[in-house]
């Protein structure tokens, strides 16, 4: 009953270089569907017009990390009403008030890092502009230095 061992030993073989060409041929495969994504991207005129736009969304890899990071706050917190590009534009802009500022005059990028600062803390309730007491001293920083981005 026991010592049918020998004649699994043949199978094995085979199998294994079964399973080694099918990892090859799907390293193959991927290589090659990658390689027409890609292709494909590049080509496509119509969708280098999204691209430009998603592209001002993007985090660029060449900032600064605490400008990276303003930006990150001003995307998740200051878009809604001040839009994407700092012109007051954001969606929630209509319901205002007020028109959200425009962070690109030079109104506000004259103004001292202090007192933008102060301003992004106290905010301007009355006007619809929420204060920002919450963020610690590192988050208003970096928020201020990526505002003095958007000229
Ligand atoms: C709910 C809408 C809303 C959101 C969200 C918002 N703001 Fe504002 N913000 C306003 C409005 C409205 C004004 C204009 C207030 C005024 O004129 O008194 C304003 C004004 C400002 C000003 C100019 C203040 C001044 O006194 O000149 C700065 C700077 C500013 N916002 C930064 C930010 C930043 C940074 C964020 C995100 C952390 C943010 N805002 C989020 C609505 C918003």
């Not at 270089?17 to 890609?38: N, Q, W």
């Not at 994407?84 to 534009?89: A, H, I, P, Q, T």
């Not at 109104?107 to 007192?115: D, F, G, H, W, Y």
Request: proline share 7%; net charge positive; aromatic share 4%.
């Amino acid at each position: 009953m026991h010592g049918t061992g020998p004649g699994g030993e043949d199978k094995r073989n085979p199998l294994k270089i079964l399973v080694f060409i099918a990892v090859i041929v799907l390293l193959i495969l991927y290589i090659l569907v990658f390689g027409g994504c890609s292709d494909g991207q590049s080509s496509g005129d119509a969708g280098s017009v999204n691209n430009t736009k998603s592209a001002e969304l993007a985090l660029n890899p060449n900032m600064d990390p605490g400008v990276k990071n303003g930006q990150k706050i001003f995307q998740t917190n200051c878009v809604a009403c001040h839009g994407v590009r700092g012109k007051g534009d954001g969606g929630a802009a209509k319901a205002l008030p007020k028109k959200p500022q425009d962070l690109t005059l030079s109104e506000i990028q004259n103004l001292p890092n202090s007192v933008l600062s102060q301003k992004i803390r106290n905010g301007a309730p009355s006007n619809g502009m929420p204060p920002w007491k919450h963020f610690n001293d590192k988050e208003i920083s970096d928020l201020v230095a990526y505002i003095k981005t958007l000229k």
